[in-house]
């Protein structure tokens, strides 16, 4: 396999921080998710194909160190956030999503920012808590207006650690999750996000909607959509840029006969799927010590939608990580949160108030404080209590009760939350 060997010369390089104990094909798989992909044409082809338009240049740029992104700042002039983005309902000039950036020559779609107007909040002791409503806007539009009929919907990007284990979940012990839920009769009543890929309905769990059933397929569309890239699940080398995007549409691209004619061929996204997969989900590998939190947690109704645990399936090819129990705090299913957290955006299934339980693990490591948080898909939430006051919807009792807990096991709660 000369690709392979050549890619992995070449890979090696840009992998100083790689831990000596993984595998080759982990600290190859790093190397590529950190790398910054350049325009074609190169010499080398390696590395050619980004954009024509695209938001970052690499998966780490939007993902750093596995974390989380962060919208703009309303209040400093030109602030991007980390790995913010705005997706559409398929705009017939933009598309699916706004590309901020482009290569040389290329005109950029917009500036993904957002405005906020603040609400305060009153708890029944008289606590006070402020949450900022989000409008997100695109300035600077490059392609005209957005069509009448388009909807916007911002997200920032999701913690990937821990992915591995989640994808491990059989997807079985998630379907059951959902009938036992349904079963229940109660306002909890999460459902699977069916997706159909490759002509085969699965169980989606990556994602704010869930709408990715496997690492690969998120991915991919990562490739198409944020850096521009092609791939076997995404073969247009354009990414995102609709025919009305001509000058887009005939840049010269990346493709070449020995990626398997495409930008990014099958091993470069196994490579980084391999080493997703096998990314540990950065502490809280056991389960919460804080037996008193624990039960405050499942009281206030918490646990019936943040499932504190699972196990995993069997994968001969991992025995480490298989038939393990997990502690990710999700059920990976979907649920109407309510409109105040909802967009007009559905994907498979979900519709515009669904959002699939957020797994709380790995909150721990997060460098910002609580206050200076980005919490919820588009990061509106500043605090664990921010998040927990936007819950409505079929998440509305367990937040009427967090409401009316005394202060002292308010602030338990939210301690406990931001120790997983
Ligand atoms: C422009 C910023 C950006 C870039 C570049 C980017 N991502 Fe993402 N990523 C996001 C956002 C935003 C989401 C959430 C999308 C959604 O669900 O709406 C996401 C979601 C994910 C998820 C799902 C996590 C979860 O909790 O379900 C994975 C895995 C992921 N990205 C991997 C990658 C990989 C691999 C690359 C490089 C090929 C990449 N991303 C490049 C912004 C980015
Ligand atoms: C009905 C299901 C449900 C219940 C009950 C529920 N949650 Fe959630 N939670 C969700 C969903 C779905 C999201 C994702 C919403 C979004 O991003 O817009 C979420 C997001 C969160 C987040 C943000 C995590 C992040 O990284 O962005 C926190 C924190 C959180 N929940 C804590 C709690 C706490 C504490 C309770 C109990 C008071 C609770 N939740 C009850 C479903 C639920």
């Not at 090696?12 to 993984?22: C, G, K, T």
């Not at 080398?44 to 780490?60: H, I, K, V």
């Not at 990007?157 to 979940?169: A, K, S, T």
């Amino acid at each position: 396999m000369p690709f392979r060997l050549t890619l992995a010369a070449l890979c090696v390089l840009f992998a100083p921080h790689a831990q000596a104990a993984d595998s080759l094909d982990n600290r190859i798989g790093e190397a590529l998710f950190r790398r910054m992909w350049v325009a074609a044409p190169t010499a080398t082809q390696a590395a050619d194909g980004l954009g024509p338009l695209y938001n970052a240049r690499s998966c780490a740029t939007c993902h750093p160190r596995g974390g989380g992104g962060r919208p703009p700042d309303p209040a400093v002039e030109g602030d991007q956030g980390v790995g913010y983005a705005i997706k559409l309902n398929d705009d017939p000039v933009y598309g699916r999503q706004i590309q901020a950036n482009a290569i040389l020559g290329q005109v950029i779609e917009g500036r993904p920012r957002v405005t906020y107007r603040e609400e305060v909040v009153r708890f029944p002791d008289g606590e006070t808590v402020r949450l900022r409503h989000p409008t997100p806007v695109v300035e600077d539009l490059g392609y005209g207006p957005l069509a009448e009929a388009t909807v916007m919907s911002a997200r920032v990007p999701p913690r990937v650690h821990g992915m591995g284990l989640l994808d491990r979940i059989p997807a079985e012990a998630i379907a059951a999750e959902a009938a036992r839920q349904a079963a229940s009769g109660g306002p909890v009543a999460g459902r699977v996000n069916h997706v159909t890929v490759d002509g085969k309905r699965q169980v989606g769990r990556f994602g704010w909607k869930a709408m990715h059933p496997t690492l690969d397929h998120q991915d991919a569309e990562a490739f198409s959509l944020d850096i521009g890239m092609s791939t076997p699940a995404y073969p247009e080398p354009w990414g995102d840029c609709t025919p009305a995007q001509t000058a887009c549409r005939s840049a010269p691209h990346g493709d070449s006969k020995q990626f398997e004619g495409l930008e990014i061929p099958s091993t470069v996204i196994g490579l980084i799927d391999g080493y997703l997969r096998d990314l540990p989900p950065d502490g809280s590998l056991e389960a919460p010590k804080d037996k008193a939190g624990t039960k405050l947690f499942a009281d206030t109704g918490c646990a019936a939608c943040h499932r504190p645990s699972w196990r995993t399936g069997e994968d001969p090819a991992h025995p480490a990580l298989s038939n393990r129990d997990i502690f990710p705090h999700s059920d990976m299913l979907l649920h109407d949160l309510g409109p105040a957290l909802g967009d007009a955006l559905p994907m498979g299934e979900a519709r515009g108030s669904d959002w699939r339980t957020t797994p709380l693990w790995g909150l721990n490591r997060l460098a910002a404080k609580d206050g200076q948080l980005s919490l919820l898909h588009d990061g509106r939430a500043r605090s664990v209590t921010e998040a927990i006051l936007w819950h409505g919807g079929e998440a509305a009792e367990a937040k009427d009760r967090f409401m009316t807990l005394p202060a002292a096991k308010r602030k338990r709660l939210v301690r406990y939350v931001l120790g997983l």
